[in-house]
């Protein structure tokens, strides 16, 4: 994939060894967006409408955040990492970035996604770079997401150009504010015109569905931790949640036959604007009988897991795709076009899938910096 963030190669045989073991790899996003864009609020939000998951939080400046509404939910102390010394991208590098993931994602804090809280003068680039460079066995990258204030859009590409390069690396772009522009069926087209392929999403008050970032837990999986679903349970009188879905657009595809690497491939090199994530099972059939392929796919990351089938459990191709504006007839038909019952494997056939596993044994495989 030309424009992949990273990629690399390593041996079924490893990865299943370690996915056997429960390895479970914790979601890295970076919340990015000049000062005043809304990624505090955004951020409040995710914190509200999490549907149970915990968030772990690295900040540069926590003073913004509702402290109080945080202790309630217990996600103050081991689940937030506060940084007041300035720019993250500056102040720290990988090996100390490595000691906060390592707390955070430590398996007795129960988080399921961490969220990077740039400072609003931070370079994105940067710190995909840092979370990329993470030799940290527990996390994944999750995706840039850029907010920007859709009501000052222009007078911020004016003090600040280099917005248009932030845009150009973003993986989702929340374009907050909506309701106070003036113009804004411009505004969205002209930040489409800035992206590459990123998904786009409307939005305001930073109300976004948490599903276009990370799965959510249902509530009643959480024990003993209050969340901060359950403080709205009764007293929300401003409940949005409704709704929130009409920012995204989503498929399911199932498949009893089983995938061709090659076509696959092909597919996902070629996937189309504005699909953000791609999650789900693989059963490559007759390439690898052994294992079904987890995939993680988010923006122009890409990433496969070989795992052991898990016994008695049908052999299926289970993917759901999540993106904003995305044609999902046209999607399911090129998925079900991949499809290939030949009881024979091509030797070569796994090479592309190969390219995107990734483990331990190598060290770090073959990554490529996001473009400039």
């Not at 398996?107 to 993470?134: K, W, Y």
């Not at 049908?314 to 991949?338: N, P």
Request: negative net charge; glycine residues 10%.
């Amino acid at each position: 994939m030309g424009n992949s963030v990273a990629n690399s190669q390593d041996s079924s045989r490893d990865n299943s060894r370690d996915n056997s073991r429960g390895q479970r790899q914790i979601p890295v996003v970076v919340l990015a967006g000049f000062l005043g864009s809304g990624k505090t609020t955004l951020l409040n939000h995710l914190l509200h409408r999490s549907g149970g998951s915990r968030i772990g939080v690295i900040v540069n400046d926590f003073g913004a955040i509702e402290i109080d509404a945080m202790a309630v939910a217990g996600a103050l102390g081991d689940s937030t990492v506060s940084l007041g010394n300035g720019c993250l991208c500056c102040a720290v590098d990988v090996g100390e970035l490595d000691l906060y993931l390592d707390r955070l994602a430590a398996p007795a804090t129960g988080i399921d996604v961490i969220v990077i809280e740039a400072s609003g003068l931070a370079e994105p680039q940067e710190l995909v770079r840092m979370v990329l460079a993470s030799e940290h066995p527990g996390i994944v990258y999750g995706g840039l997401v850029e907010v920007v204030d859709a009501a000052e859009f222009d007078d911020t590409r004016a003090k600040h150009p280099e917005i248009d390069r932030h845009l150009a690396l973003a993986d989702l772009v929340v374009v907050n504010k909506l309701d106070r522009a003036d113009d804004a069926d411009r505004i969205l087209g002209l930040v489409r015109s800035l992206t590459d392929r990123a998904a786009v999403v409307p939005a305001a008050y930073g109300r976004i569905d948490p599903e276009l970032l990370f799965d959510c837990r249902p509530s009643e999986e959480r024990i003993g931790q209050l969340s901060f679903d359950d403080l709205h349970e009764h007293t929300d009188d401003e409940d949005h949640a409704g709704h929130l879905h009409t920012g995204y657009d989503s498929l399911s595809f199932p498949s009893g036959v089983p995938l061709d690497p090659r076509r696959l491939m092909r597919f996902l090199d070629s996937r189309p604007e504005g699909l953000y994530r791609i999650k789900g099972y693989v059963d490559f059939g007759p390439y690898d009988p052994a294992n079904r392929y987890a995939v993680h796919a988010v923006g122009r990351f890409l990433r496969f897991y070989p795992e052991p089938w898990p016994p008695g459990e049908d052999r299926l191709t289970q993917l759901v795709l999540i993106g904003s504006g995305i044609d999902t007839d046209v999607l399911g038909k090129e998925l079900q076009a991949c499809a290939n019952d030949a009881p024979h494997a091509d030797e070569h056939g796994m090479w592309g899938v190969l390219r995107y596993v990734r483990g331990p044994a190598e060290g770090e495989a073959d990554l490529e910096d996001p473009p400039a």
